[in-house]
């Protein structure tokens, strides 16, 4: 049975799912210095690299078309479904959309919207009183936005893998480890050994086990 409706060339929602997601991720980040926009652009980028070839055209399809016919001559590789990579080469034959890696794609990207929003919503309040985040997420991680922004980009790849995004997944998530690295040094010109010890009780991206069971102490302190 064939779906008389393209599956590509659908640049309307490239447009369309590109802008959504830009300023859906912006009404959580909410960019103000100049690093801040570095890193919101580069997430964009991998956006609009990602719908591209979700809605406009299939590269990454194209280019292994050979391979994966070859290896699965009975899947129609330039259907919409198709392009959930994942889905079809571990052998979900059913809706993609209710797949296993679908479905866990929708968990990181929710987890990472939410790690965005409540670490903004934490920095705001300390900025206002020119002070160190002292509560919340940041008590659990010293840079809970940039975790938030690799957790929404890994989602992505989860539900719609390319060769353009896998390859700019790496770049980006060094160079936000980097953009956490000079905000540190920066925060440490600024207030010294509160921040050290800061950085010593809380780590930078990933939480402790035993911080997620019993809570973050209270007299933590961070920043973005």
């Known amino acids: 049975m064939h779906d008389s409706v393209p599956a590509y060339g659908l640049w309307s929602l490239v447009i369309i799912n590109s802008a959504v997601f830009i300023i859906f991720a912006f009404s959580f980040f909410k960019p103000q210095t100049k690093r801040d926009w570095r890193s919101f652009g580069a997430f964009s980028a991998f956006l609009v690299a990602l719908f591209t070839e979700m809605y406009g055209f299939p590269l990454t399809i194209y280019l292994l078309s050979g391979w994966l016919q070859s290896r699965y001559p009975n899947v129609d590789w330039f259907s ?45 309040e300390a900025q206002s009183r020119r002070a160190l985040a002292t509560t919340g997420i940041y008590g659990y991680v010293r840079h809970p936005q940039y975790v938030g922004f690799v957790l929404v980009m890994f989602g992505f790849l989860l539900q719609w893998p390319t060769l353009l995004t896998l390859a700019m997944f790496p770049i980006l998530v060094f160079m936000y480890v980097r953009l956490a690295r000079i905000e540190e040094r920066e925060t440490l010109a600024e207030f010294g050994p509160e921040y050290e010890r800061y950085m010593r009780e809380v780590p930078a991206f990933i939480p402790r086990l035993s911080t997620l069971a019993s809570g973050p102490r209270q007299d933590a302190a961070g920043r973005h």
């Open 80 to 124: 919409h479904d198709a392009g959930h990579l994942l889905e079809e080469l571990f052998g979900w034959r059913a809706n993609p959309h209710f797949g296993p890696f679908h479905i866990l794609s929708f968990i990181f990207i929710g987890g990472g919207f939410v790690l965005i929003s409540a670490g903004w919503k934490v920095l705001y």
